[in-house]
T-cell receptor
Framework: SAVISQKPSRDICQRGTSLTIQCQVD?????MFWYRQQPGQSLTLIAT?????????ESGFVIDKFPISRPNLTFSTLTVSNMSPEDSSIYLC??????????????FGPGTRLLVL | GEDVEQSLFLSVREGDSSVINCTYT??????LYWYKQEPGAGLQLLTY?????DMKQDQRLTVLLNKKDKHLSLRIADTQTGDSAIYFC??????????FGSGTRLLVRP
């Protein structure tokens, strides 16, 4: 498994501002993902954070709204830009080593609970 | 596209067995997962099963896979109040993307 931490754990923000969420892993991982979980809903993949290249975004998510950095194999950030109340969600990062039997398994961080007023 | 479906709610009495069901659409899925989310927490990986297996047992947890019907179930034996949580099943596609079900909220009554 992997130990994953996220900062901040929760925040309350004003509309129009931006928040950067950090995800730190205790070991090098090939793949890092960012998910959104809206209140009472399941998880939706925002993007795959690729080390050394631009993130790969899912349909409905764009880089201008959710810029992602992946400077190395243990760290990634997700920024929620120009926030509106509709962005109030839990944002979770997950990691997978990619390839091989256990590589496909994804482990999740504790999540960042965001409330936009 | 791929779709994963679960019933939304299950209520059981403490000590009884719980069975949470899931159906999926992608027959090429190689791995299927069960995650647990307790209130205010992230997702905890409970167990996973390879597509070439029919059953996997891990202590109180039993996973059954029916590939023909694309049906996955999670049985929790001797359910405890600490098992109250939301349980998500998920399949992984060839790009390592997880497709989640809507989650089943399990309530364990004393």
């Amino acid at each position: 498994s992997a130990v994953i931490s996220q900062k901040p754990s929760r925040d309350i923000c004003q509309r129009g501002t931006s928040l950067t969420i950090q995800c730190q892993v205790d070991s090098q991982v090939t793949m890092m993902f960012w998910y959104r979980q809206q209140p009472g809903q399941s998880l939706t993949l925002i993007a795959t954070a690729n080390q050394g290249s631009e993130a790969t975004y899912e349909s409905g998510f764009v880089i201008d709204k959710f810029p992602i950095s992946r400077p190395n194999l243990t760290f990634s950030t997700l920024t929620v830009s120009n926030m509106s109340p509709e962005d109030s969600s839990i944002y979770l990062c997950s990691v997978g080593r990619g390839g091989g039997v256990k590589g496909e398994t994804q482990y999740f961080g504790p999540g960042t609970r965001l409330l936009v007023l | 596209g791929e779709d994963v479906e679960q019933s939304l709610f299950l209520s059981v009495r403490e000590g009884d067995s719980s069975v949470i069901n899931c159906t999926y659409t992608d027959s090429s899925s190689t791995y299927l997962y069960w995650y647990k989310q307790e209130p205010g927490a992230g997702l905890q990986l409970l167990t996973y099963i390879f597509s070439n297996m029919d059953m996997k047992q891990d202590q109180r947890l039993t996973v059954l896979l029916n590939k023909k019907d694309k049906h996955l179930s999670l049985r929790i034996a001797d359910t405890q109040t600490g098992d109250s949580a939301i349980y998500f099943c998920a399949e992984v596609d060839s790009s390592y993307k997880l497709i989640f079900g809507s989650g089943t909220r399990l309530l364990v009554r004393p």
